[in-house]
């Protein structure tokens, strides 16, 4: 059974950070892609960023970009979404996906965590 469990949400003041971790199990870690995504009220789902275990390549959003980093631990099948210089705009609820590549494409998608809600205060 494929399992995704997001970690390490929280409450921030803007210009702050948080870390947050995606556990996985359940498939070949190494062989797929880890996305994060996020969701605001009254928002869709939009893509942050994402990491191909396979060969390590990374994808970021316009609007992290510079600000987060996604870093994966193929030995503890798990992946890792740094955010620093948090802002307002950032707060939502966090959830890591797994496929079979990285696309911005939540649909894509087939297997999801729970997710971890973000907030950041200004």
């Known amino acids: 059974e494929v399992q995704l469990v997001e970690s390490g949400g929280g409450l921030v003041q803007a210009g702050g950070s948080l870390r947050l971790s995606c556990a996985a199990s359940g498939f070949t870690f190494d062989d797929y892609a880890i996305g994060w995504f996020r969701q605001a009220p009254g928002k869709e789902r939009e893509g942050v960023s994402c990491?191909?275990?396979?060969?390590?390549?990374?994808y970021y959003a316009d609007s992290v970009k510079g600000r987060f980093t996604i870093s994966s631990d193929n030995a503890k099948n798990t992946v890792a979404l740094q955010m620093n210089s948090l802002k307002p705009e950032d707060t939502a609820v966090y959830y890591c996906?797994?496929?079979?590549?990285?696309?911005?494409?939540?649909?894509?998608?087939?297997?999801w965590g729970q997710g971890t809600q973000v907030t950041v205060s200004s």
């Open positions: 990491i191909n275990n396979f060969d390590g390549s990374v």
């Open positions: 996906a797994a496929h079979e590549l990285c696309t911005d494409y939540a649909p894509d998608f087939g297997s």
